[in-house]
């Protein structure tokens, strides 16, 4: 197995300041030189998911995410939810699916790399329905944007 390496990606801070951080460090290992697979799915940066393969621009202060040259097919999905029954059921949804799911805040901000298989309207019609009991969920990257 390849080394592992942070991958920095700027982001948008919006006037909430939100994302909390200017920048997000995402691991990758090379797959090829100058080519780099995701093996985490991005807490805040947009556009790219779990296992995309993706190049970088060197610089003194580390690798920068430059372009996504191949995707993986999965949809990334940013999510927060402070109920505790609520997260159990997107806990087990996630898992029924084999999601990939990564949280922080104590277990209230998520973020999915929902599998390809998965239809878009399933896992949209699932996350809306969980609106109703306090989730509120972004989509940071689809993989149906290829589709249309």
């Known amino acids: 197995m390849s080394a592992a390496f942070k991958v920095l990606w700027h982001l948008e801070q919006d006037e909430d300041e939100w ?3 200017p920048v997000e460090s995402i691991w990758c290992s090379e797959v090829a030189t100058g080519h780099f697979k995701l093996l985490n ?8 998911a779990w ?4 190049t970088v621009t060197e610089k003194d ?15 990334t999905v940013h999510a927060f939810c402070a109920d505790p029954a609520t997260q159990e059921k997107l806990r087990a949804w996630a898992e029924q699916l084999q999601c990939v799911v990564e949280t922080a805040y104590g277990g209230k901000y998520w973020a999915i790399g929902i599998p390809p298989e998965v239809p878009i309207a399933q896992w949209q019609g699932f996350l809306t329905s969980l609106e109703a009991d306090g989730l509120e969920y972004d989509v ?9």
């Open 19 to 21: 994302p909390p951080y």
């Open 41 to 48: 799915v991005p807490y805040f940066a947009h556009g790219v």
């Open 51 to 54: 296992g995309d393969v993706v």
């Open 61 to 75: 202060d580390g690798r920068w995410f430059a372009a996504v040259v191949v995707r993986s097919g999965y949809s």
């Open 140 to 148: 940071a990257w689809s993989a149906g944007a290829l589709a249309g």
